[in-house]
């Protein structure tokens, strides 16, 4: 059976969702596939940046990591995208690289792909689902196939039972956190590896 090619695709201001990421790049990496984790370039102003010392370590700390590309999105077979909430909606980072994808989802590079997603926010009531709901909006314009967590595993309800994609308030990750993660990162590995067999 050929070995599914995962891109995961991330932003994170202060920590948390290169934190997720982390541990969906574990969990993918153990169920078989092969992974790119990707982070998308920080838009943000240099000075605003610097201005806040946590936002300015946080960019330090992922500076080893390359920035997504067009061929990372080629390349994968599924996707699994990372974003903190912003007024209910990704980050103005995350979708200024998705608006870059025009070129390739009319050429039909984005189609027939697998893709799920996972949030944060500072509040339990932050936009999680709002933010998860507009890049399922976006991922269906291209044509990819949701792999949406749904209540497939305990894990899921000990996180907070959120069935778009795995939601926190922001702040360190805990073991029931990071399995829901797995899960998630897991389904979406094990979906794809049927998808091209």
């Given at each position: 059976?050929?070995?599914?090619?995962?891109?995961?695709?991330?932003?994170?201001?202060?920590?948390?969702?290169?934190?997720?990421?982390?541990?969906?790049?574990?969990?993918?990496?153990?169920a078989g596939a092969?992974?790119?984790?990707?982070?998308?370039?920080?838009?943000?102003?240099?000075?605003?940046?610097?201005?806040?010392?946590?936002?300015?370590?946080?960019?330090?700390?992922?500076?080893?990591?390359?920035?997504?590309?067009?061929?990372?999105?080629?390349?994968?077979?599924?996707?699994?995208?990372?974003?903190?909430?912003?007024?209910?909606?990704?980050?103005?980072?995350?979708?200024?690289?998705?608006?870059?994808?025009?070129?390739?989802?009319?050429?039909?590079?984005?189609?027939?792909?697998?893709?799920?997603?996972?949030?944060?926010?500072?509040?339990?009531?932050?936009?999680?689902?709002?933010?998860?709901?507009?890049?399922?909006?976006?991922?269906?314009?291209?044509?990819?196939?949701?792999?949406?967590?749904?209540?497939?595993?305990?894990?899921?309800?000990?996180?907070?039972?959120?069935?778009?994609?795995?939601?926190?308030?922001?702040?360190?990750?805990?073991?029931?956190?990071?399995?829901a993660l797995a899960?998630?990162?897991?389904?979406?590995?094990?979906?794809?590896?049927?998808?091209?067999?």
């Amino acid at each position: 059976m050929a070995q599914p090619k995962i891109t995961i695709v991330f932003y994170s201001t202060y920590g948390t969702n290169h934190a997720m990421a982390q541990e969906v790049q574990k969990a993918a990496t153990a169920a078989g596939a092969e992974v790119r984790l990707r982070r998308v370039p920080e838009t943000a102003p240099k000075e605003v940046v610097e201005g806040q010392d946590a936002w300015k370590e946080q960019l330090e700390k992922m500076s080893d990591i390359p920035e997504v590309s067009h061929d990372d999105m080629t390349w994968a077979d599924g996707y699994f995208f990372l974003t903190p909430t912003r007024y209910g909606n990704a980050t103005s980072q995350m979708r200024a690289f998705i608006d870059t994808l025009g070129p390739l989802w009319m050429e039909g590079k984005l189609a027939d792909k697998t893709v799920t997603a996972a949030t944060s926010a500072n509040t339990v009531h932050g936009g999680h689902e709002t933010t998860l709901w507009s890049l399922h909006v976006t991922f269906m314009h291209w044509g990819c196939i949701l792999v949406a967590p749904g209540y497939t595993d305990q894990s899921i309800f000990d996180a907070g039972g959120n069935p778009y994609g795995f939601s926190k308030a922001a702040g360190e990750l805990s073991d029931t956190d990071k399995a829901a993660l797995a899960h998630q990162a897991t389904r979406l590995v094990q979906k794809t590896e049927k998808l091209i067999a």
